[in-house]
């Protein structure tokens, strides 16, 4: 554990959700290579680095955490893991099936960092780096079954591209000094992540953070520079993203004073009022995750 002051710059070192076991494309993800992550109970896949106790924040508070960059390491690793994904195992995309590894190499950008880099997947194909917290979590009040598997209103595992460099990350805490946990960072990630396996790599994150006394909050929210964010994991989708507007429309009333109805009719009529799928993992236990966004410069 570390003890941090509100508004104290800290760093974190976090290793990738595979434990480093994939170096190169010969590793594998075949159990004789990962046995040692999945072979224990609870698994030690996604490891998370923790907890961070922030002073001054207790039980009933919000945790607010400032991420003020994101530097992957020089590579990252994705997988194809057999029987997991959208996929599994099909033979129609047989050339889909696993095991498969590949590894992107991660190049500095102008920061002369890997902050603002270049994602290099092949001689032809290359990207722009855009490093995510893929876990951040406060330390719920009940013991959840391990780091993959345990979403909530504190967080978890969310595969979230907006937990970016930049944003503002809204944590219930359930008990004293918040406990922070935040790993499994992805040098990027599409939307979905159907595979359910992104640029998965080691990384810094520099973060911050502050404390709202006696703010309650339902799941976890996010603000970026131009938007509000309503996060919420759960499955069936439409389930998921029809709780995570009625709690943005709550945001928006009791935070921002637009009026029940304005803050309702917009859900439908607003044009930049955005429903992101984070991450939707078949084959697998995970919640899917979703996000509606909604533009600041909407608001009164």
């Given at each position: 554990?570390?003890?941090?002051?509100?508004?104290?710059?800290?760093?974190?070192e976090?290793?990738?959700?595979?434990?480093g076991?994939?170096?190169?494309?010969?590793?594998?993800?075949v159990?004789?290579?990962?046995?040692?992550?999945?072979?224990v109970?609870?698994?030690?896949?996604?490891?998370?680095?923790?907890?961070?106790y922030v002073e001054?924040?207790?039980?009933?508070?919000?945790?607010?955490?400032?991420?003020?960059?994101?530097?992957p390491?020089?590579?990252?690793?994705?997988?194809?893991i057999?029987?997991?994904?959208?996929l599994?195992?099909?033979?129609?995309?047989?050339?889909?099936?696993?095991?498969?590894s590949?590894?992107?190499?991660h190049?500095?950008?102008?920061?002369g960092?890997?902050?603002?880099?270049?994602?290099?997947?092949?001689?032809?194909?290359?990207?722009?780096?855009?490093?995510?917290i893929g876990?951040?979590?406060?330390?719920?009040?009940?013991?959840?079954?391990?780091t993959?598997?345990?979403?909530?209103p504190?967080?978890?595992n969310?595969?979230?591209?907006?937990?970016?460099?930049?944003?503002?990350?809204?944590?219930?805490?359930?008990?004293?000094g918040?406990?922070?946990?935040?790993?499994?960072?992805?040098?990027?990630?599409?939307?979905?992540?159907?595979?359910?396996?992104?640029?998965?790599?080691?990384?810094?994150?520099?973060?911050?953070?502050?404390?709202?006394?006696?703010?309650?909050?339902p799941?976890?929210?996010?603000?970026?520079?131009n938007?509000?964010?309503?996060?919420?994991c759960?499955?069936?989708?439409?389930e998921?993203?029809?709780?995570?507007?009625?709690?943005?429309?709550d945001?928006l009333v009791?935070?921002?004073?637009?009026?029940?109805?304005?803050?309702?009719?917009?859900?439908?009529?607003n044009?930049?009022?955005?429903?992101n799928?984070?991450?939707?993992?078949?084959?697998?236990?995970?919640?899917?995750?979703?996000?509606?966004?909604?533009?600041?410069?909407?608001?009164?």
């Amino acid at each position: 554990m570390i003890r941090v002051e509100q508004g104290e710059q800290f760093a974190v070192e976090t290793e990738d959700a595979l434990s480093g076991r994939i170096k190169s494309e010969v590793d594998l993800p075949v159990p004789s290579h990962m046995k040692e992550l999945y072979s224990v109970q609870p698994n030690k896949g996604n490891p998370v680095a923790g907890p961070i106790y922030v002073e001054g924040a207790e039980k009933g508070d919000v945790l607010v955490v400032n991420i003020h960059d994101i530097k992957p390491r020089e590579q990252g690793a994705s997988v194809i893991i057999p029987g997991f994904g959208a996929l599994k195992d099909s033979y129609e995309w047989a050339e889909c099936r696993g095991p498969f590894s590949k590894i992107l190499r991660h190049i500095p950008g102008p920061s002369g960092t890997t902050s603002d880099g270049r994602a290099i997947y092949s001689e032809k194909l290359s990207w722009d780096l855009r490093p995510m917290i893929g876990t951040i979590a406060t330390a719920p009040e009940r013991v959840v079954f391990d780091t993959v598997e345990g979403q909530g209103p504190w967080g978890g595992n969310m595969d979230c591209r907006d937990v970016c460099k930049g944003s503002k990350i809204f944590l219930p805490v359930y008990n004293k000094g918040g406990l922070l946990f935040v790993g499994d960072v992805h040098a990027t990630q599409a939307d979905t992540e159907l595979t359910g396996v992104a640029d998965e790599c080691a990384a810094e994150s520099q973060l911050s953070c502050e404390v709202l006394k006696d703010k309650a909050i339902p799941f976890v929210r996010i603000e970026k520079k131009n938007s509000l964010i309503q996060v919420n994991c759960y499955r069936p989708i439409e389930e998921a993203i029809s709780q995570a507007m009625n709690w943005m429309m709550d945001w928006l009333v009791r935070d921002h004073g637009l009026s029940m109805r304005d803050a309702y009719l917009q859900m439908s009529v607003n044009p930049d009022v955005r429903v992101n799928v984070y991450q939707m993992v078949q084959g697998g236990k995970l919640d899917y995750t979703v996000g509606v966004e909604y533009p600041k410069k909407y608001l009164p």
